[in-house]
């Protein structure tokens, strides 16, 4: 496969040195990673990794920064927030082509991350001289009794590598808005574009150190997670993961917010728009991010009276998608992240069949002839899947999909609330009275409505049950980084 000359040009700038006080860092404890591009299997760069040495060079920086930070004005801090959005804003291109060297997301929508992480540091930005606390009355004596909210200080911010220029709109924005600093730990296996964006951050003439960023695997991660000087953890990622890190957080009883994955159903009602119905499952199903999405729709409930005319749309959808260079703007799914990643959703493909719990009806293998050295996997679909199955309960972050069938709204509901995932929620129909209803029945954070996953800045973003406690986006994202205070004053 051809690589587009544009992308070759931008390959040669990839940043790789950690990001701590305003220092360009290397030779780090925590040694060297050779970063592989999924479309090729080969390596792009050679990264920095963080260890225990630079997590401490790295608090130690962030907290003389945030006490410059806390100490300006907030109009100053909102006017510093809103360079940040217009340099994000003006980097577009190149950090949404270093976010496709992260990890082979389609430059048809690595645009659309930067722009999301640029609304959401604008909408903070608008916080910062706006955030108010409040003032009860506690007794007869008058007594003055303010309830304040203060930013934690220094937050560790842990993000997942399908989302780091995500991560930096949705958590790294409203720290800052709050007052806190930051270090921002991306996973060694997306490192390019956060790694650009805390240049971007000293460019505007943020405090040096108030945003520090430093790439590396799990070892780096807990030793962030386990520093004394670390005021709160913000985990974006698996449950897995999440676990391990509340026990190592458990010592210094450092709070963590954690914003985890998901198993969504995505519900078609017979009297959904089945053309767009079909459209947006092959986008919020296999091919958006290759599957590799928290918010991917990977159970499909389909109503018995519109499941043939559903599927003969969705399957054509799903035939007709481009596949290959990322670059390439017509391309609508790029390989999955890394060999490992394949191996894993092949295995969970091998074993769905083995278990015969459901059909499989498509895809289901690695791709071949030019696309062989990359990570590709053909978008593939179960139909009558076993909502007990292993497919239909574990998160397969790749472009696999169950379909079931369902004859009765209850039954829908019923069949999409029994999961331990809670994260979000689609529903396809074109009657009023029925989206009010099953969308408030859904145990779900987020229920999109005739709509894909389009997380915008006012709204909150977080899961129930197993897919976190946290939320990113209004002030209830704010709140996330402000613990608060009551100050009572005798009369
Ligand atoms: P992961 O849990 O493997 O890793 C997430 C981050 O944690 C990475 O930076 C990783 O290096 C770090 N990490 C791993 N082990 C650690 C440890 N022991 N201590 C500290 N840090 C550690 O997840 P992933 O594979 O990077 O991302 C995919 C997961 O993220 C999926 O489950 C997906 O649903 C979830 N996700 C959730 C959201 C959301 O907003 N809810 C958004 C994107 C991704």
Redesign the pocket.
Known sequence: MTHSAKSEALADTLPTALLIGGDQVTGSSGGRYEHIYPVTGQPNATIELAGDVEVDRAVKAAKEAQREWIAMTPARRRDLMIDLADAVKADVDRLARYNVHDFAVTYMTSPGHVMLAESFIRYYAGWVDKSTGSSTPVSDKFDVNLIEREPYGVVGI??????SM??IG?NVAPALAAGNAVIL?????SPFSPLRFGEICLEVGLPAGLVNVLP???E???A??RHPGIDKIH????????R??IA?ASPNLTPVAT????KSANLVFDDADLDQAAILAAWQGPLGQSG???ACGSRILVQNSVYDAFMERFLGVLGAATIGDPFDPSTMMGPVVSQAATDRILSIVDRAVDEKMGTLITGGRRMGGDLSEGFFIEPTVFADVDNRSSLATV?T?GPVVSVMRFTEESEAVALANDTTFG?NAFLQTTDLRRAHRVARALQSGSVWVNQNSDIQPQSP???YKQ??SGR?GGLEGLHEFQQVKNIRIGM
């Open positions: 842990i993000a997942p590598w399908n989302g995500v991560v949705l730990k991306p996973s060694e296996l590396s695997g799990p780096g991660g807990e962030l997670v985990f974006t990622g698996g449950g897995d993961t999440a391990k890190i190592t914003e985890l994955g998901g590799q999405s928290c998160e972050f994260l973003y977080g899961g897919s976190g990113a």
